[in-house]
């Protein structure tokens, strides 16, 4: 949920130019009725210049004047015309250097044991490159005659949670399924 721009501010012009009651300007502002009694009181925010949320469209008059003549109706926050920006996600995951050898092996083992599971399902896994899948599954890699496939849950490059849903997200099976047989009958 967005929140009002400059709490304290707002509610100091709240306070000087409207005849709101605390519970309403608090519950705007997300503050407690009796930090804004305070305010009111000018024991806290001294000094603080007040902020016209009107002016910066966050509200509008007709909503002030609404809620000033219902004391149980809530402001409503108007929604912002600017689009914020999407969060970044996450950049390339770190791999310490006594583990940077072991992520051949851990590709070379998704290769041999699930080879319907695509590049980029393996590098998101383990944060690796396409290049680099296609070298050691051609056997170009500078490094071919040392790797040795090995799980990569094992060496610690991913967890079985993520393996599973990377499978499952692919659409492999993650084995054989074993029924419970009922040998009473």
């Given at each position: 949920?967005?929140?009002?721009?400059?709490?304290?501010?707002?509610?100091?012009?709240?306070?000087?130019?409207?005849?709101?009651?605390?519970?309403?300007?608090?519950?705007?502002?997300?503050?407690?009725?009796?930090?804004?009694?305070?305010?009111?009181?000018?024991?806290?925010?001294?000094?603080?210049?007040?902020?016209?949320?009107?002016?910066?469209?966050?509200?509008?008059?007709?909503?002030?004047?609404?809620?000033?003549?219902?004391?149980?109706?809530?402001?409503?926050?108007?929604?912002?015309?600017?689009?914020?920006?999407?969060?970044?996600?996450?950049?390339?995951?770190?791999?310490?250097?006594?583990?940077?050898?072991?992520?051949?092996?851990?590709?070379?083992?998704?290769?041999?044991?699930?080879?319907?599971?695509?590049?980029?399902?393996?590098?998101?896994?383990?944060?690796?490159?396409?290049?680099?899948?296609?070298?050691i599954r051609?056997?170009?890699?500078?490094?071919?005659?040392?790797?040795?496939?090995?799980?990569?849950?094992?060496l610690g490059?991913?967890?079985?949670?993520?393996l599973n849903?990377?499978?499952?997200?692919?659409?492999?099976?993650?084995?054989?399924?074993?029924?419970?047989?009922?040998?009473?009958?």
């Open positions: 949920m967005t929140q009002v721009l400059m709490p304290k501010a707002t509610a100091v012009w709240l306070i000087e130019n409207t005849s709101l009651t605390f519970e309403q300007v608090g519950e705007f502002v997300e503050m407690h009725p009796l930090e804004i009694q305070a305010i009111a009181d000018g024991e806290v925010a001294q000094g603080i210049v007040g902020y016209d949320p009107v002016k910066n469209s966050q509200i509008t008059r007709d909503d002030i004047t609404r809620c000033e003549a219902d004391p149980s109706a809530r402001l409503q926050l108007l929604r912002s015309a600017i689009e914020l920006p999407k969060p970044k996600g996450k950049g390339a995951r770190y791999t310490p250097v006594s583990k940077r050898n072991d992520r051949p092996d851990g590709i070379a083992w998704l290769l041999r044991n699930h080879p319907a599971l695509p590049d980029s399902v393996i590098g998101k896994l383990l944060g690796t490159t396409k290049d680099t899948i296609q070298k051609d056997k170009s890699h500078w490094n071919t005659a040392n790797i040795k496939p090995r799980d990569p849950v094992i490059l991913c967890s079985q949670q993520q849903a990377a499978l499952l997200a692919a659409g492999e099976k993650l084995g054989p399924v074993v029924e419970a047989v009922d040998e009473t009958t």
